[in-house]
T-cell receptor, first 113, second 112 residues
Framework: DGGITQSPKYLFRKEGQNVTLSCEQN?????MYWYRQDPGQGLRLIYY???????QKGDIAEGYSVSREKKESFPLTVTSAQKNPTAFYLC????????????FGDGTRLSIL | KNEVEQSPQNLTAQEGEFITINCSYS?????LHWLQQHPGGGIVSLFM???GKKKHGRLIATINIQEKHSSLHITASHPRDSAVYIC??????????????FGKGTLLTVNP
């Protein structure tokens, strides 16, 4: 079955450490997204990529970085510059343009040690 | 920027009840999304609709483009329907799917 795989499910970060969240899709989708979810708030867009080797900042990109070297993969690095990284992170993908539904992974919960 | 408001924030129902969740948005759009977030956190796309009504099993979604309002109905609710339901709309009237504004979600609990 096609889908999106996020790993790990739970992740802990130490002070000053960078951590990378994995997102892989086998849906052959061109577009991929990273969202952050905090209690009581709607999903917020961190970064998105419409095509391989290209990506754009979303609403809350500070302290995060991404790469899109392969169509299937869109890893998110939470850098030490992100001072409040504790949140639930969701990856999604879709076919490009127009109005297409986004397909989501099961998320990664990041906490600070 | 599109503002998306959902109501109610929390909803508790008894098994078998008819459920309605509402979503209002501020900017005219070409399509609106309804999503379901499971207790474990994963999100599933339920509907994407641009007019009228769509039905899938016991779930029905309606949209009124003129009033900028959509509703999600669940008939004969069941405890397995317990989840957070989220609506999302494109940021602007251009309708691009790349940037969506998400509502804060409605937490539905269905008791047996």
């Amino acid at each position: 079955d096609g889908g999106i795989t996020q790993s790990p499910k739970y992740l802990f970060r130490k002070e000053g450490q960078n951590v990378t969240l994995s997102c892989e899709q086998n849906l052959n989708h061109d577009a991929m997204y990273w969202y952050r979810q905090d209690p009581g708030q709607g999903l917020r867009l961190i970064y998105y990529s419409q095509i391989v080797n290209d990506f754009q900042k979303g609403d809350i990109a500070e302290g995060y970085s991404v790469s899109r070297e392969k169509k299937e993969s869109f890893p998110l690095t939470v850098t030490s510059a992100q001072k409040n990284p504790t949140a639930f992170y969701l990856c999604a993908s879709s076919t490009p343009g127009g109005n297409q539904p986004q397909h989501f992974g099961d998320g990664t919960r990041l906490s600070i040690l | 920027k599109n503002e998306v408001e959902q109501s109610p924030q929390n909803l508790t129902a008894q098994e078998g009840e008819f459920i309605t969740i509402n979503c209002s948005y501020s900017v005219g759009i070409s399509a609106l999304h309804w999503l379901q977030q499971h207790p474990g956190g994963g999100i599933v796309s339920l509907f994407m609709l641009s007019s009228g009504k769509k039905k899938h099993g016991r779930l029905i979604a309606t949209i009124n483009i003129q009033e900028k309002h959509s509703s999600l109905h669940i008939t004969a609710s069941h405890p397995r329907d317990s989840a957070v339901y989220i609506c999302a709309a494109p940021r602007d009237s251009g309708g691009s799917n790349y940037k969506l504004t998400f509502g804060k979600g409605t937490l539905l609990t269905v008791n047996p």
